[in-house]
């Protein structure tokens, strides 16, 4: 079992920036590919990066591309997301996954897949 515990959401103006964290419980963090996803009011769950196993893949939602760089950092069992360039329409929670699998990223990979997921973290960014 593994469990993922999301931190550094907040309250932002536009265009500023907030660093989210995701810390992974287990021995095994370094076999899974790891996501982030969100989820605004009223709208569905969307994949917002992901990254694979091995940090050597990764993929981005159009809207965020060159914005919210993911990276993962195995000696510590963490998976960052990187939020740049803050709009109103980022606001959501967003949510760390976790895929049970030596996954590579090449393209939106379904929610279905992840295996473990955060309770999530929120992200207000004001106009």
């Known amino acids: 079992q593994v469990q993922l515990v999301e931190s550094g959401g907040g309250l932002v103006q536009a265009g500023g920036s907030l660093r989210l964290s995701c810390a992974a419980s287990?021995?095994?963090?370094?076999?899974?590919?790891m996501g982030w996803f969100r989820q605004a009011p009223g709208r569905e769950r969307e994949v917002v990066a992901v990254?694979?196993?091995?940090?050597?893949?990764?993929f981005y939602v159009d809207s965020v591309q060159g914005r919210f760089p993911i990276s993962r950092d195995n000696a510590k069992n963490t998976v960052y997301l990187q939020l740049n360039s803050l709009k109103p329409e980022d606001t959501a929670v967003y949510y760390c996954?976790?895929?049970?699998?030596?996954?590579?990223?090449?393209?939106?990979?379904?929610?279905?897949?992840?295996?473990?997921w955060g309770r999530g973290t929120q992200v207000t960014v004001s106009s």
């Open positions: 287990g021995r095994s963090f370094s076999n899974y590919g």
């Open positions: 996954a976790a895929e049970n699998r030596r996954t590579y990223y090449y393209s939106s990979p379904s929610a279905g897949r992840f295996d473990y």
């Open positions: 990254i694979g196993w091995n940090g050597g893949s990764r």
